[in-house]
Nanobody
């Protein structure tokens, strides 16, 4: 089994910054792509940013230039640095990972979600 644990969400004023972290643990052989998604109540989950194992990144147009995704492969951890936050960035943010277990099972794993609220 592989688990993802997120941290770093909270309340921030418009223009502020937050850093989300997501650590993978369990019977991990390797972690391939990792990413951050976000979802509003009653809406579809959308990709915010993704990063491959070798560090290639992609971003949603709405966050380009404001958010930065990074990862530490030694710690099986992915980060999302969010700057210049806007009220429309208010969502539950979910971490996602494509993992290979020690028994060579391929799993897509989701974190439990962390709420980011941007409000004055």
């Amino acid at each position: 089994q592989v688990q993802l644990v997120e941290s770093g969400g909270g309340l921030v004023q418009p223009g502020g910054s937050l850093r989300l972290s997501c650590a993978a643990s369990g019977s991990i052989l390797s972690i391939n792509a990792m990413g951050w998604y976000r979802q509003a109540p009653g809406k579809q989950r959308e990709l915010v940013a993704g990063i491959t194992k070798d560090g290639s990144t992609n971003y949603a147009d709405s966050v380009k230039g404001r958010f930065t995704i990074s990862r530490d492969n030694a710690k099986n951890t992915v980060y999302l640095q969010m700057n210049s936050l806007k009220p429309e960035d208010t969502f539950v943010y979910y971490c996602n990972a494509d993992a290979v277990t020690s028994r060579y099972r391929y799993l897509e794993v989701w974190g439990q979600g962390t709420l980011v609220t941007v409000s004055s």
